[in-house]
């Protein structure tokens, strides 16, 4: 179990009820939390007091040489908005500029072709079994069924992860997605073929599991426990390995399942003449995006993936498509 960090600047009282307050509201605010764990550090080892807070005090906790720029525009926005917590208050300080500038890159999803897709999961179901007494795995049986589930439902890994028996209902074939990345619940319908597998691995695998065993654990010293993201990702890495998918900068990464779940999702609705307008919204939500952005995306991707598919209802819904250009979100 991990140690409770101990606040000790003398703006710690502020930067508890801080973070308080930005919680209440529904954020994780973990990351900024961390920041400002550093930022409480770095002005009690200093000695300096709450009247400091000057523009050089502030500048020179943000610009740290030994860090990226990425890490100095977090800390301008963490800064910024502390500052302003603490000038709302009453305080005369310094509020942070947030001048540090991004390039935001373009990032173009890698989507499994059916061929490739079919070997992945073939070296999933044959992957060689390296039980040993000293490392004790359950990858053998949850990660055929893990995978599928990412595959088959377009769920985040952390969300897939997160699941545990109670929140899968194998009677109506639902799972709930309890406070995911945009702190909201989602309900996530399997297919039959999916669901007949998710059921027959829960009365096997969790035959004396309680409801709060996770659904697709790891082992940790021999007992279950969450499964680790990383971990997830290396055995990821293993399979396409064994199905000779070359991995480069682009991917496949594990995200690729859920990019290549809404494309065939969108791939499918134009072959079967569905309204796109009707049914887009419904992929923004069941996907858990907070807005259209990030689905406008897998429109273009779409697009660019089967034009064919796309000519031919583009006279009707090609305004629906929107141009090129949208900076990918990891959503």
């Not at 989602?186 to 969790?206: C, D, G, Q, W, Y």
Request: proline residues 4%; positive net charge.
């Amino acid at each position: 179990m991990k140690a409770l960090y101990e606040w000790k600047s003398s703006f710690a009282e502020d930067l508890c009820n801080y973070i308080a307050i930005k919680k209440q509201t529904g954020l994780k605010f973990e990351a900024q939390e961390w920041y400002l764990r550093k930022f409480d550090t770095y002005f009690f080892r200093n000695g300096f007091a709450k009247g400091e807070l000057t523009k050089e005090v502030v500048s020179e906790f943000i610009y740290d040489k030994n860090e990226r720029p990425s890490s100095h525009r977090d800390k301008e926005v963490v800064m910024q908005g502390f500052a302003t917590y603490l000038f709302d208050r009453g305080y005369h300080v310094y509020i942070a500029e947030v001048k540090t500038y991004i390039p935001k890159r373009k990032f173009i999803p890698y989507i499994m072709t059916d061929d490739e897709t079919k070997r992945f999961f073939t070296a999933i179901d044959n992957y060689p079994n390296s039980y040993s007494q000293a490392r004790y795995t359950y990858r053998h049986t949850v990660d055929p069924v893990l995978f599928r589930f990412l595959y088959g439902t377009g769920v985040r890994i952390s969300e897939a992860l997160n699941l545990v028996l109670r929140d899968v209902d194998t009677e109506t074939g639902v799972a709930t997605i309890h406070k995911a990345k945009n702190m909201k619940n989602r309900l996530i319908p399997m297919a039959e073929s999916l669901l007949n597998r998710v059921i027959f691995f829960i009365k096997t695998f969790h035959k004396y599991s309680d409801d709060e065993t996770f659904l697709f654990p790891g082992c940790h010293s021999g007992k279950m426990g969450r499964l680790d993201t990383s971990t997830a990702y290396t055995h990821f890495r293993d399979y396409l390995v064994m199905a000779d998918i070359p991995h480069t900068s682009v991917g496949p990464r594990v995200h690729s399942l859920r990019h290549g779940f809404a494309v065939k999702c969108l791939k499918n609705w134009v072959l079967g003449g569905d309204d796109l307008t009707v049914m887009v919204p419904y992929l923004s939500a069941y996907m858990g995006h907070t807005d259209f952005r990030a689905t406008q995306y897998y429109l273009r991707l779409t697009s660019d993936l089967y034009p064919d598919i796309v000519r031919r209802v583009e006279s009707e819904f090609g305004y629906v498509i929107p141009e090129g250009g949208f900076i990918y979100d990891k959503s």
